[in-house]
C-alpha cells in the first residue's frame, strides 16, 4: 500500500486546508512539509481510502500497525483520524466518508462483544449494575455509528444528484447502491447487534438488577405494577382517550404503557362511536381473563362517552363553520379540546393522549403534578415540537374546571373561524390546529393577553426527529435495506429513550452540499469546519423561550413520553417499538395498522416536508449569525460590520444575487442605535432606513427611533473630501423590540418596496407597521438600476460594531 508519506496518520496530518487548519496546527512534523505538493493531492488521498477497503485486521495492519494494540483501539484510531480529514482538509471525499463510516460501526460491533461475555457471568448485583452501565455507553455508541451510516448514505445522495444537477427529489436511492454495499452490510449486522442489546439484554439486565437488589436512583426505569395499598386509596388521575372503529388493539399499547410505571389509580373515559366504544370494551375483556393483565389493570375504572349524544357539544357543533370537512373521525378529536363538555361535572383536570403512538415511560402521576404549575391564564398544558414547529395536541392537560368557567368553546369558535381564513385548505380545524391559532398566532389575530397554553417541559415533550438530515423522514429516499432498519438514534433500550443530538461530524455531513460563499481568506471547507464545530458542540437543543422554567432540552436527557408522531410509524423499527408495548393479545392488531393511523394526514403533508427540507440552511444560517461570519446561503447573507467613523457611514454590501422590484428585505442585526440599511444604486443613492437611539433628524427637536430617507453620497478619495445629502421621507417614534438570544440582544424587522410605490418597515416581533410613499423620480431610478442590475442592499452602522443577518423575501 502506497501512502507517499509513511502512514495514514502522517497523511492526514499534513495535508489539511490551510485556510483551515495549518500543517504544523495538525501536527505534521516539520520535516514532512516539503512533501506536501507531491503526496497531498487528490488522487494519492483517493487511492489510499480506497485501499483501506473495509478495515479488516489485514488491511488496517498496512496503514496503521498495530504495534501490540487491541484491534478495538486501531479502529478507535481510524474514527478519529479519517474525521480529522474529513473536518480539517475535504468534506466532499466520498472514499474518506465511506471509511468513517465503516469504522464507526465496526468499532460499536466488536464493542459488544465484550457485554454479551460479561452477561453470561453475572454473580453479584454490583456485576448487574455496572454491565448495565457499560451496556448503556455501548449501545449509545451503536445508535450513532449506525446514525453516521445513515448520514453516509444521505451524503452519496447529494453528492450523485449534485455531480448531475439533478434535484434530490428525483433522486433514484439504487444508483448508489453499489458504492454503499459495504458500508450497507455492515449496518444490517450492527442494526441487529442493537436490536438485541435494545429489545433483549437490557430489558433482561433491568429485570436481573431489580430481582437482585432495590432499584438505584437515577437508574433505569423497570416496568412493573408500582401500586401499593396507599396508592389504591388515593386521588385518581384522570386520562381522556379517544378510540374510533377498530383502533383499540392498537391504541391499547399507549395505555399499557401507562400501566406499567404508573402509582396511582386511573380514571379513564373512552369517548369513541359506537365501534370504537364496543371494541374498547371486548379488549377489556379479554385483558380480565389473565391474571397477569388483571394485577395490571388494578385501580383502573374507565368510562365511556358517546360524544355524539352529549347536548353541550352538539351545541358547539352547531355553531362550528359548515363550508369545511372534517372526516370520519374529526368530530371526536375536536371534542378533545373542549373536552369540558363531554366530561362529567366532578372532572376537574385530564390528561388527553393520541393512542397508538404515544409510549409513556415514567409515571403518568409526574404528568398530572405539572397542573399545578398552571397560571391563572392557562386552559391547557401541551408539548411546543421545536424540531417540527408546532404545538403538539397529542399529549395535552386540560384544565377542565376553567375551560367550564371561562367558557372556552367561546374562546375556541373564534381560533376556529380565524384560523381558517388564512388555511389554504377547507379541512375543518381540531384540536391541534384551534391550539396552535391560539398560541402561535395571537398577534395575527389581536387577541388579548398572554397564551392560554402552557408548554410542558422537555422530557414530557420527545418527538425522535433527526431534521437536520437530508430526507431523515422520507423512506423514498432511502434503500429498502436501510428503509427497513433506520431507527431513531436515542433508542437505547425499550424503557429508556434518550434525546440524540447531532455531533460536529453528523453535522458537516448533513451541511457538505449547502450553497455557501468563500473568500480569499476562509474556503468553504473552513467556514463548514467552524459552522459544524460550533453547533455540534452544544450541550442544549429545541429551545424554547415559552417554557416556563428549563428553556432548552438536554442532549441525552431521559424521555418520560415518547411520541412517534405522523408518518414516522411508516419507519419499521419504530412500528416494532410500539408493538413492543402492546399487551398480550391473543390475537394482536396487524402490522399496517399502524401505517394507517389517522395522525399521519395531519402532520403537515407538503409544507412540513419543505420545511424539513430547509431545516439545514437554516441551522448554518443561525450558526454563521451567531458567530458573525460573514457568508452568503442561497437568498440569505451574514455578516458583521464594523462602527463607522461619526462623520460619515461606511456600508458594507450584501450579497442577495439579482434584486427586482418589488422587493422584500428581511433584515435582523444587533445593532442597537444607528443601524441603517440602504436599498440602492451600489452604496451611494437609494432609500436609507436607520433604526435606533440617537438619531439626529434635520430640523426637527425630539427623540425619533427610525427614519426613511433618500440618500446620495460620494465617498472620500484623493484630493477630495466625501460627502452625504439626505433627504428625510418620514420618521417614527417607536423602533423594534429587541429579544434576547443567548447572550445577545437582536432586532428584526423587514422592509418592502410594493409594486403600488409605497415603503413599507414592519417590526418582526410586535407586528408594527409604517411606511411612505416613494417620490416618483427615486422610484424611477431604483427600478432602472434593478433592471441594469445594479440594484444593491447594503448595511452599516455609526458608531458601534453589529452582527447582520440579511434575507431576500416574497415580495407578492
Not at 331 to 358: F, M, N
Not at 592 to 617: K, L, V
Request: hydrophobic share 40%; proline share 4%; glycine share 6%.
Amino acid at each position: 500500500m502506497v501512502f507517499c508519506f509513511p502512514s495514514f496518520l502522517l497523511l492526514v496530518s499534513c495535508c489539511p486546508d490551510p485556510t483551515a487548519l495549518s500543517p504544523e496546527e495538525a501536527g505534521c512534523p516539520k520535516q514532512y512539509l516539503a512533501m506536501r505538493d507531491q503526496c497531498c493531492n487528490k488522487a494519492i488521498v483517493d487511492a489510499v481510502f480506497r485501499q483501506l477497503g473495509t478495515l479488516e485486521p489485514a488491511d488496517v495492519a498496512y496503514a496503521l500497525p498495530f504495534e501490540g494494540r487491541p484491534y478495538l483501539k486501531v479502529l478507535s484510531s481510524f474514527v478519529d483520524i479519517t474525521a480529522s480529514y474529513l473536518r480539517d482538509s475535504d468534506v466532499l471525499n466520498v472514499n474518506a466518508w465511506r471509511l468513517y463510516s465503516i469504522a464507526s460501526i465496526r468499532l460499536a460491533i466488536s464493542a459488544v462483544d465484550d457485554i454479551k461475555d460479561r452477561f453470561a457471568q453475572i454473580l453479584t448485583t454490583q456485576d448487574a449494575w455496572n454491565l448495565i452501565r457499560d451496556a448503556v455507553r455501548c449501545t449509545r455508541e451503536l445508535t450513532r455509528a449506525l446514525f453516521r451510516t445513515e448520514n453516509f448514505h444521505a451524503f452519496l445522495m447529494s453528492d450523485e444528484s449534485n455531480k448531475y444537477q439533478e434535484i434530490l427529489q428525483d433522486f433514484e436511492p439504487h444508483r448508489i447502491q453499489d458504492f454503499f454495499a459495504p458500508s450497507l452490510k455492515l449496518y444490517e449486522e450492527g442494526a441487529m447487534v442493537h436490536n438485541y442489546l435494545a429489545y433483549s439484554l437490557m430489558p433482561s439486565l433491568e429485570q436481573m438488577s431489580q430481582r437482585l437488589s432495590k432499584q438505584r436512583k437515577g437508574t433505569f426505569p423497570v416496568a412493573g405494577p408500582l401500586l401499593n395499598s396507599t396508592a389504591l386509596e388515593g386521588s385518581a388521575v384522570n386520562l381522556l382517550v379517544v378510540s374510533l372503529g377498530d383502533w383499540a388493539k392498537t391504541g391499547f399499547l399507549t395505555l399499557w404503557s401507562i400501566l406499567s410505571y404508573r402509582s396511582t389509580r386511573l380514571r379513564i373515559f373512552v369517548l369513541g362511536d359506537e365501534a370504537g366504544l364496543r371494541n374498547w370494551k371486548l379488549a377489556v375483556e379479554e385483558l380480565e381473563q389473565t391474571k397477569a393483565s388483571q394485577t395490571r389493570l388494578q385501580g383502573v375504572v374507565f368510562e365511556y362517552i358517546d360524544f355524539a349524544s352529549k347536548p353541550l357539544f352538539q351545541s358547539f357543533l352547531a355553531n362550528y363553520p359548515k363550508d369545511c370537512s372534517f372526516g370520519a373521525s374529526g368530530h371526536a378529536i375536536l371534542a378533545r379540546v373542549v373536552c369540558h363538555l363531554v366530561l362529567p361535572p366532578d372532572v376537574d383536570r385530564v390528561i388527553s393522549t393520541d393512542l397508538g403512538d404515544v409510549i409513556f415511560l415514567e409515571d403518568v402521576k409526574q404528568l398530572w403534578d405539572l397542573g399545578d404549575d398552571m397560571k391563572e391564564h392557562h386552559m391547557l398544558a401541551a408539548s411546543h415540537a421545536v424540531a417540527l414547529s408546532h404545538i403538539n395536541a397529542g399529549v395535552a392537560l386540560y384544565n377542565v374546571a376553567r375551560m367550564r368557567q371561562q367558557n372556552f368553546e367561546e374562546t375556541a369558535l373564534q381560533a376556529v373561524r380565524d384560523g381558517l381564513k388564512r388555511s389554504s385548505d377547507r379541512d375543518c380545524f381540531r384540536d391541534q390546529s384551534i391550539i396552535n391559532v391560539l398560541h402561535s398566532f395571537r398577534q395575527e389575530f389581536s387577541y388579548e393577553g398572554p397564551s392560554p397554553v402552557m408548554i410542558l417541559p422537555c422530557r414530557w415533550s420527545v418527538f425522535p426527529a433527526s431534521e437536520w438530515q437530508q430526507g431523515w423522514n422520507s423512506p423514498e429516499f432511502w434503500l429498502e435495506s436501510v428503509r427497513q432498519r433506520k431507527r431513531y438514534p436515542g433508542i437505547i433500550s425499550l424503557n429508556r429513550v434518550e434525546l440524540f443530538c447531532p455531533d460536529q461530524m453528523d453535522l458537516l455531513s448533513s451541511w457538505a452540499f449547502i450553497p455557501m460563499s468563500t473568500s480569499e481568506d476562509q474556503s468553504r471547507q473552513a467556514r463548514l469546519r467552524t459552522y459544524s464545530h460550533y453547533e455540534g458542540k452544544k450541550e442544549k437543543r429545541y429551545c424554547s423561550q415559552q417554557r416556563q422554567k428549563k428553556k432548552c432540552c438536554s442532549c441525552g436527557e431521559p424521555a418520560a413520553l415518547l411520541h412517534v408522531a405522523g408518518d414516522m410509524k411508516s419507519w419499521p423499527t419504530m412500528r416494532g417499538l410500539l408493538r413492543a408495548y402492546l399487551p398480550p393479545w391473543k390475537d394482536g392488531p396487524p402490522d399496517e395498522a399502524f401505517a394507517r393511523s389517522d395522525s399521519t394526514s395531519w402532520w403537515g403533508g407538503a409544507e412540513r416536508a419543505q420545511r424539513m427540507r430547509e431545516g439545514t440552511i437554516r441551522d448554518a444560517i443561525a450558526v454563521a449569525k451567531q458567530q458573525g461570519i460573514q457568508s452568503v446561503f442561497n437568498n440569505c447573507m451574514t455578516l458583521r460590520t464594523q462602527a463607522s467613523d461619526m462623520s460619515f457611514l461606511d456600508y458594507a454590501s450584501v450579497k442577495l444575487g439579482r434584486l427586482s422590484l418589488p422587493l422584500r428585505i428581511e433584515v435582523e442585526t444587533t445593532a442597537v442605535k444607528n443601524a441603517n440599511v440602504l436599498i440602492g444604486v451600489g452604496s451611494q443613492q437609494g432609500l436609507e432606513l436607520e433604526i435606533g437611539h440617537d438619531i439626529q433628524v434635520q430640523n426637527y427637536f425630539g427623540q425619533k427611533a427610525a427614519c426613511l430617507r433618500w440618500v446620495r453620497s460620494q465617498p472620500k478619495t484623493v484630493g477630495a473630501n466625501g460627502w452625504t445629502a439626505r433627504q428625510e421621507l418620514m420618521c417614527v417614534e417607536h423602533m423594534p423590540a429587541m429579544v434576547r438570544e443567548g447572550e445577545e440582544l437582536w432586532a428584526n424587522y423587514s422592509i418592502t418596496l410594493g409594486a403600488d410605490k409605497v415603503m413599507t418597515v414592519g417590526y418582526g416581533h410586535d407586528g408594527t407597521e409604517w411606511g411612505n410613499a416613494i417620490p416618483e423620480e427615486s422610484y424611477e431610478i431604483l427600478s432602472s438600476a434593478a433592471k441594469a442590475r445594479r440594484l444593491l442592499v447594503s448595511v452599516g452602522t455609526l458608531g458601534e460594531n453589529a452582527k447582520w443577518v440579511v434575507c431576500k423575501g416574497d415580495a407578492t
